[in-house]
């Protein structure tokens, strides 16, 4: 992503450079926290939006029904697991998930281990026999200027807080 | 016609998979799937209102087996509506059917385009 710095002058970048040093990563994933920050908040809304069904007590046989929703249990899952995952550092490079992320781990469902991402995936994405509900995918398309905006915003108030320091 | 039109009528024209708008009343027997608008990414102010509006929407093909022939037509649909933007989003198995899901992305203007079975005559 392109990212631009306000500076009043050439003076002022190097003297900014210098004093950035190792400091960049610093930088990096702090603009990154606002960032996933507002997409966070963006995919909570989200999961709080997905609609469910009512508890089946016999699963059905999926080709002669037609597409169930999520019931409640699975709706509480994702939404409990939805967040930002750990950050990876890797020189100067910092990067994280943000949704339901790996790290979500499983619930037990009507005496069955189900995964709380497959869950997640399977509302977003539909299958045969749920219906789709792509609120993830909606929630990082509409948060992805705001987050840019807050990732910049961030970025050049501690490149600020540096200089000035 | 709109481009979403004309890419549910070229989907329809693939054989070896029903394709429907939306959601099947009855699923076929063989492959199939779906195609659908999930919602409004972009638009402009214009004075007659909106003008110049984007939508993502998703295409979903249910197959028994790889089917990389229909996989490839579909694809080449997608490439010849949406030129370069779509994406296959995601490919799953699914236990309970037997059938892989995937799911392709893509993105369209509202634009409208010629209808070959009027301007064909």
Redesign the interface.
């Known amino acids: 992503m392109a990212m631009k710095i306000s500076t009043e002058g050439l003076e002022d970048l190097s003297a900014m450079l210098a004093k950035l040093g190792n400091r960049a990563e610093d930088v990096a994933s702090g603009a990154l926290y606002d960032g996933a920050g507002v997409v966070a908040d963006a995919m909570k809304r989200a999961a709080d939006s997905i609609v469910c069904g009512p508890q089946q007590k016999k699963r059905p046989a ?2 002669k029904t037609p ?1 169930r929703l999520p019931t409640p249990e699975e709706k509480a899952a994702v939404v409990g697991k939805t967040g930002i995952a750990k950050f990876h550092k890797n020189g100067g490079e910092v990067d994280t998930l943000v949704g339901v992320t790996g790290n979500a781990g499983y619930v037990m469902i009507g005496g069955r281990k189900k995964a709380v991402r497959m869950i997640a ?1 399977a509302i977003n ?5 749920m219906v ?1 509900q ?1 609120v993830f ?2 929630a990082a ?1 509409a948060s992805k200027s705001a987050a840019q905006a807050a990732i910049v915003s961030k970025a050049e108030k501690m490149f600020e807080d540096i200089i000035n320091s | 016609m709109t481009k979403f039109d004309q890419l549910v009528s070229q989907l329809k024209n693939i054989s070896g998979i029903e394709i429907a708008e939306y ?1 099947w009343r009855t ?1 076929p027997n063989g492959d199939f799937g779906t195609v ?1 608008k ?2 409004e ?1 972009d638009s402009d102010n214009g004075s007659d209102g909106k003008q110049d509006r984007a939508f ?1 929407g ?1 295409v ?1 093909i ?1 197959t028994h087996g790889k089917q990389m022939l229909t996989v490839a037509a579909v694809e080449s649909v997608l490439e010849d509506v949406c030129s370069g933007s779509w994406y296959l ?2 490919e ?1 198995y ?1 236990h ?2 037997g ?1 892989i ?1 995937r ?1 392709f ?1 893509f993105q369209l203007t509202d634009e409208e385009v010629p209808d070959p079975e009027e301007s064909g005559g």
């Open positions: 999926p080709e597409k995936r994405s539909g299958t045969s026999f789709k792509p995918r909606r398309s | 959601e699923r659908q999930d919602f990414i993502e998703s979903d249910f989003n995601s799953q699914e309970e059917t059938l899901h799911e992305v």
